[in-house]
């Protein structure tokens, strides 16, 4: 399936791979997808602590080995790089396409999501969003900020819900958003779910602007939206290899290139996350959730 929501952007921008490192796949995804978009680019298996569908990195590669040893394809190879990331060459009748697969984790933190990439082990929640960044840092991991104007109720029960502004909230609220911001190594600057609250992607350029903060673009795939690669960055994948220690430095310097913005369908967004557009202002509605 190629997508519910359209075409990918490119694998290649002037020389430079496709990278999404923000995506939740489903564990029901076929075998020939999962090769699919593991060799589109370098994608991100983020580890989500409360959706149960969510395939994993370790599941992924799991699953592709599996897959090669029980049906014998010789089309495909699996190398582990280091932990936490692997190559995945597919010799197709259409050439030979070869892709990364990466270990990231979306970290529930206060009212915020912060996505880790590269660390090995599975953090748990936090109540104070600067700890989770520091325990990100302890394992050598970057921390990126995901789309931070936008406050789930599923997971904070604070005032806090949907859409905010740095306009709206209170004193407190702002520095210590501000101190978070800081801290982080990189913002999503553009989640191609927030088809229906673009401002929220605007703010996020705003705020990573006036503090010299790199920002990336990421799909933030839900399970049955097959919406990997609708958008990502573009990164130079070095002739000497490719490793975790480069991914995350090369963000952290800004040293890539952004794609285009595109969206992913507002039909999917409300089939897949149970959002309605009411009164000019995302509700969640409760539907489909876990």
């Not at 880790?116 to 748990?124: K, S, T």
Request: hydrophobic share 40%.
């Amino acid at each position: 399936m190629r997508g519910l929501h359209g075409r990918r952007v490119p694998r290649h921008k002037g020389g430079l791979l496709v990278t999404d490192l923000h995506n939740h796949p489903d564990k029901a995804v076929s075998i020939d997808y999962l090769v699919e978009i593991c060799t589109h680019g370098i994608i991100g298996f983020s580890h989500h602590p409360v959706h149960a569908r969510v395939m994993g990195f370790e599941e992924a590669i799991s699953a592709l080995c599996d897959t090669i040893e029980q049906n014998k394809r010789k089309d495909l190879c699996i190398e582990v790089l280091e932990p936490g990331l692997a190559r995945i060459t597919h010799d197709s009748t259409s050439g030979e396409r070869v892709g990364y697969a990466v270990n990231t984790q979306e970290v529930i933190a206060g009212m915020y999501h912060i996505l880790a990439v590269g660390c090995p082990e599975i953090l748990p929640k936090y109540t104070n969003p600067l700890e989770a960044v520091e325990a990100i840092h302890s394992y050598g991991g970057l921390a990126i900020l995901n789309h931070p104007f936008w406050i789930s109720k599923h997971y904070w029960f604070g005032e806090l819900n949907g859409p905010w502004s740095i306009e709206n909230a209170d004193g407190a609220t702002v520095r210590a958003f501000e101190q978070l911001c800081e801290k982080v190594d990189a913002i999503e600057v553009f989640n191609a779910q927030f088809t229906l609250s673009k401002r929220v992607n605007d703010m996020a350029k705003s705020i990573a602007r006036d503090l010299g903060k790199p920002g990336v673009f990421c799909s933030d795939s839900h399970p049955k939206q097959y919406s990997e690669f609708t958008v990502g960055v573009y990164l130079d994948v070095p002739n000497s290899g490719l490793t975790i220690e480069y991914i995350n430095e090369s963000i952290a310097r800004g040293e890539f290139e952004p794609s285009e913005e595109r969206y992913v369908s507002p039909a999917v967004v409300v089939l897949t996350n149970g959002l309605l557009l009411l009164e000019g202002k995302l509700r969640n509605v409760g539907f489909f959730r876990e």
